[in-house]
Antibody, heavy 121, light 107 residues
Framework: EVQLVESGGGLVKPGGSLRLSCAAT????????MSWVRQAPGKGLEWVGR??????????DYAAPVKGRFTISRDDSKNMLYLQMNSLKTDDTAMYYC????????????WGQGTLVTVSS | EIVLPQSPATLSLSPGERATLSCRAS??????LAWYQQKPGQAPRLLIY???NRATGVPARFSGSGSGTDFTLTISSLEPEDFAVYYC?????????FGQGTRLEIK
């Protein structure tokens, strides 16, 4: 059974940093492009970015609002996905989900339960 | 960026009725469109991928159609558990984008 479990959310001040983690089980993690999607309270879904597999270069792509501030990385030896968030803004307040289809299609069959990030002074 | 306006924003129907939700892409995306259902406090659930393919375990009352720029999600006969928010998503080009959602509520 595929499981994605996010952690690391919490309350942080504007300008601060936070690192989110996503633990993946039940599939071959190293073969999967992995994405982060966020949802501000009461709002819609917003794609944050994705990271490809090592075979595909392990490169990451980002949405414009987070580019230069957020970094996605992966550790295939631990089946872990990360989102390093720097220079946080109040607009970054959201539930953050990791998501995948176990392949490279960027359609999301599998989602974690999310971890809440609140940016507030 | 490909924009995906969804209509209507809110749809009020009764169980047993047919629901038709629309998603229109700002440029052609072939069939690279997915539909998700989200209930309060839950992660989204994939319903339809590549415009017309039902995801595993999705009931047959859900169907998707369209290509290019105009897409439709149809629920043939609403069940009580279908009242939720529905999002479309394109994967044709980066950045991946979602529609703003259609809230399907009980009339």
């Amino acid at each position: 059974e595929v499981q994605l479990v996010e952690s690391g959310g919490g309350l942080v001040k504007p300008g601060g940093s936070l690192r989110l983690s996503c633990a993946a089980t039940g599939f071959t993690f190293s073969n999967a492009w992995m994405s982060w999607v966020r949802q501000a309270p009461g709002k819609g879904l917003e794609w944050v970015g994705r990271i490809k597999t090592k075979t595909d270069g392990a490169t990451a792509d980002y949405a414009a609002p987070v580019k230069g501030r957020f970094t996605i990385s992966r550790d295939d030896s631990k089946n872990m996905l990360y989102l390093q968030m720097n220079s946080l803004k109040t607009d970054d307040t959201a539930m953050y989900y990791c998501a995948t289809d176990r392949g490279s299609s960027s359609r999301y069959n599998y989602w974690g339960q999310g971890t809440l990030v609140t940016v507030s002074s | 960026e490909i924009v995906l306006p969804q209509s209507p924003a809110t749809l009020s129907l009764s169980p047993g009725e047919r629901a038709t939700l629309s998603c229109r892409a700002s440029q052609t995306i072939s069939n690279y469109l997915a539909w998700y259902q989200q209930k309060p406090g839950q992660a989204p659930r994939l319903l339809i991928y590549d415009a017309s393919n039902r995801a595993t375990g999705v009931p047959a009352r859900f169907s998707g159609s369209g290509s290019g720029t105009d897409f439709t999600l149809t629920i043939s006969s609403l069940e009580p558990e279908d009242f939720a928010v529905y999002y479309c998503q394109q994967r044709s080009d980066l950045p991946i984008t979602f529609g703003q959602g259609t809230r399907l509520e009980i009339k």
